[in-house]
């Protein structure tokens, strides 16, 4: 059976650093597209040379009505990306989906979301679908970790600080690797943070809570190592992998 194919309208973009863009769509042919937070599309636009191309990209929001959310790297020769990136509002793609299965676990438990990088796509959507409603968090205790290279590329910091100022049960930790002089935050590598939080953690929490991981995979291979030497069951980190 084929997969139905959609048409994807650009609502509106921004720039969130010199590479890196936010895209706002809308799915033509549906009153509702429904997916669950953390899934994927699979976007698909022909090359000059006739040749199809098909690139899978996190929804960087929760379900909100016919529109979706991305978030994506300008890669140097990369076709897909620029072309996304060079596109203007009211420009059409085609993509088939939702795809995967990078979403929360049922029944949710405290969980620690580890990004780094367009890694915090999936995650910017569970934290909108888990804070949109008093009963998805009431009663635990949520952390997203993110970690960059650069204070340049902290996306979407001022919605996470906005939202753990309104939520004492939200924790937002930042910590960037190559930082300049003015930076005054954290400095280093998330698996530190994510460490710290686990150790911090009481002995039933550490065996209840899950952790979501997303971004390269050195990044992920470290955190998960980290967590597994402090005890935590493998069973209870759940990762996805963008190389």
Known sequence: MARP????????SRWLSDQTRHFEWQVEELDRFDFKAGQFISMLEKKDDGKNVTRAYSIASAPRGRELDLCLNRVPHGFFS????????????????????????????????????????????????????EHRHAGKHFWLVYGTRYEKDIYYQEEFEALAAAHPNFHYEITVSRPGEAWKGRKGYVQVIVGEITQQLSQEQRHMADVYICGLNNMVTSVRETLIGLGVDPKHIIFERYD
């Open 5 to 12: 194919i959609y048409t994807a309208k650009l609502v509106r």
């Open 82 to 133: 620029n072309f996304l990136c060079d596109l203007t509002e009211g420009a059409e793609v085609h993509f088939h989906g939702p795809h995967g299965h990078f979403i929360l676990r049922d029944p949710l438990h405290d969980s620690i979301f580890v990004a780094t990088g367009t890694g915090v796509a999936p995650m910017r959507g569970f934290l909108q679908w888990l804070f949109a409603e």
